[in-house]
């Protein structure tokens, strides 16, 4: 008889509660799509958010999302001359 290591499964803000990733309605992204899309990890943008230092994001019903344009313009402005 084998047995079968559990896979565990992490609580992250865009998975809690079987919330699927990717674009919304209106085109933002969920959290993980949104550290993809800038080159950083999640845990990186989830400490940004919480020095108040990373990209704009609205925060609906418990739901953090990133519109794309806010995304570009957090990359604007840490181009260096």
């Not at 290591?5 to 933002?28: I, W």
């Not at 990373?54 to 260096?80: H, M, N, S, T, W």
């Amino acid at each position: 008889m084998a047995t079968t290591t559990p896979t565990l499964a992490t609580r992250d803000d865009e998975t809690r509660n079987g919330k699927s990733t990717g674009t919304t309605g209106y085109g933002a992204l969920a959290p993980a799509d949104a550290a993809r899309y800038l080159g950083v990890g999640y845990s990186t943008l989830k400490k940004w958010r919480s020095e108040g230092t990373g990209p704009r994001y609205a925060k609906i019903g418990g739901c953090i999302l990133y519109r794309p344009r806010d995304l570009e313009a957090f990359l604007e402005a840490q181009l260096v001359a």
